[in-house]
């Protein structure tokens, strides 16, 4: 049976690579021969391979090992077999610690290299089956890239649907890192503006009149260093949409100027005189509670009206704990091609430990502690060791306010105390947890007569 | 006429050979020739392991193949190698014209057993096809009741039958009906 995987089959004797790529192609293999690392490393560029059989020795250049080195900084995936005719225990570790996946002395039983391949093969199959199924279900779960399983999220999928046509403003409510831009894309993406410009303004990145020039756009001889005349975000969204994060930051001003636009679909550049007419959609998103800014005073409440027509509040991800798993092996699968990294999955301890986690900064956060956990991993998949920042972040969550009138002395003094008492005097456990040898720490329980 | 050519390398079972050639013409489905002997393959031979390179023998007969045979299958009684394993039954060129048949490991005396005439001619006429099917394209075939299924023992070549399954007798007669032009007239001129 003819196999779509393919096998690249490494060394410098001719009779060797081609008797072997020979037997490899009998069980229906494409293979490919290399007389040498350098050759071997070219042809892995172009393509990957399912198997490597690397012969350890290989002069002149760059020996096996080195060959597999390179071909995995190319294919981290790379199933490396390196084949050598003088077995020794130290090339076997080398070739081992350095990835490879097996370790055969020539010559070998055919049984043995068969089921060898085999078994290798059959791990590819069900990785690629994988992958497969794990996209058919990021596509059930994911609508223009906000995945989520949540029955909540589906209302808000469901909302942009019904909302996507119209023209009507849009406020998106929710915690920072909740995806409020994401929700705003999708709106543009799924409604007949979605081939027009879809332009976004953080409210809370500029100054007062930066981001009245950056909304409105200025005419020449404005201000000092308006040079020319540049148009404004509402000018460039025209016939699209105007994203507005961080709304309740803008000034009383720019409130007043905002209201008007949406009032009258027009407004005038910074400096200029002619009115300018636009066709916008503005979505509008805020991580503050709007209605309460209004009761106090610090929102206009006609522009609320005016933002508030459509209101959508994405939950946060506390509030959709079903979604960790699916949005931590999504950011596993990206981070790890991102950052040029083999990791490929977590445990479900690890994930037992993220799911209990209350991600004050939501997704944006879950994806950055992923982040952080795919660079430091030393394995292909994430345990709860990688994720041992978690519970130092979770131990710090709440405030924790400076006493008054407290000498560092008498902090370091209580802190120690405290320390040692929560493990029950232990001293190897304390000083880990204070950062700190153990020397240093018989001193310092010494020093302020902490009892044990 | 088109045919398929058979030879033994050195001294050969006669009676293996008129095996072989009696299961090629009838799984394969073509007429089989005799060529002449082929010398034994003493420049295959690896003192080192005491055994012959199978890819020597195949590259000294694909310098003698017979006018007019479309595949040429080699048989010794010689054990046989490739580099990278302790041993093969044969050794085929995909889609090639040469195949090397040894018989050396069919015979039950290999293994330490009682000699077993009709098992050893049973075997040789499995791995024939098997060898021969290889360079008509055929690759192993996952149906393990096939004769091109992988054996790598005599338990696992005991265990499959002779014939080609449906599928590989189908490859099989789409590739011999699809030969090149001139070897259909090299066929029409013989009959």
Known sequence: ?452 | MRHLGLGAAGTVDGEALDLAAASLAARIGLPVRRTPSFPAPTYAYDPRRRQFSSTLIMHHALARIPEGAEKLLVVTECDIFIPMLSFVFGQAQLDGPVAVLSLARLRQEFHGLPPNRSLFLVRVAKEAVHEVGHTFGLTHCPDRQCVMSLATNVAQLDAKGGDLCTGCAILMGETIRHLPPETLEASGGGT
Request: net charge negative; with cysteine.
């Open chain 1, 1 to 452: 049976m003819r196999q779509h995987w393919a096998i690249l089959v490494v060394d410098d004797e001719p009779v060797m690579r081609e008797s072997l790529a020979a037997w490899l192609a009998e069980d229906g293999y494409s293979v490919d021969v290399a007389a040498s690392g350098r050759e071997a490393i070219a042809s892995a560029e172009g393509r990957d391979y399912a198997i490597y059989f690397i012969d350890l020795k290989m002069p002149p250049g760059i020996d096996g090992v080195e060959t597999m080195m390179e071909i995995r900084k190319l294919h981290p995936e790379a199933a490396v077999i390196i084949m050598t005719a003088f077995a020794t225990v130290d090339t076997a570790i080398t070739a081992m610690k350095e990835g490879a996946q097996e370790y055969i002395v020539k010559p070998c039983n055919p049984e043995e290299i068969s089921l060898l391949v085999g078994r290798i093969i059959k791990v590819k199959n069900l990785q690629r089956e994988n992958l497969i199924l794990r996209k058919k279900l990021a596509k059930q779960y994911s609508f223009h890239d906000i995945i989520s399983k949540s029955s909540k999220m589906r209302e808000v999928f469901e909302l942009i649907r019904e909302v996507a046509s119209l023209k009507s403003t849009v406020l998106i409510q929710g915690e920072s890192g909740t995806g409020k831009e994401l929700v705003a894309r999708a709106i543009h993406c799924s409604g007949e503006r979605a081939a027009r410009p879809f332009v976004a303004v953080s409210c809370a990145a500029l100054a007062e009149t930066l981001l009245e020039s950056e909304l409105f756009g200025h005419e020449r001889g404005a201000f000092t260093g308006a040079t020319e005349r540049k148009r404004g975000k509402f000018e460039l969204a025209d016939g699209g949409t105007l994203f507005l994060d961080e709304i309740a930051d803008i000034s009383a001003k720019l409130q007043v100027d905002l209201l008007r636009v949406l009032q009258e679909r027009s407004f005038f550049r910074v400096g200029g005189t002619e009115e300018v007419g636009v066709d916008v959609r503005v979505i509008a998103a805020t991580r503050v509670n709007l209605q309460e800014a209004v009761h106090a005073g610090s929102f206009r409440d006609d522009l609320f009206y005016r933002l508030n027509v459509i209101n959508i509040r994405i939950p946060p991800l506390r509030e959709r704990r079903e979604d960790i798993p699916l949005l931590a092996r999504e950011f596993i699968e990206r981070l790890s091609h991102e950052l040029g990294k083999d990791v490929e999955n977590v445990t479900e301890e690890a994930l037992k430990l993220m799911i209990d986690h209350d991600w004050p900064g939501n997704v944006r956060e879950l994806e950055n502690a992923i982040e952080r956990a795919v660079v430091t991993a030393k394995s292909r998949v994430l345990d709860e060791d990688d994720f041992a920042f978690l519970r130092g972040e979770a131990r710090c969550a709440r405030p924790w306010a400076v006493p008054d009138n407290l000498p560092l002395e008498e902090v370091e003094n209580r802190v120690i105390a405290a320390t040692l008492r929560r493990t029950h005097g232990n001293i190897k456990e304390a000083s880990a947890i204070l950062g700190i040898d153990r020397s240093t720490l018989y001193d310092r329980i010494k020093k302020h007569g902490i009892p044990r």
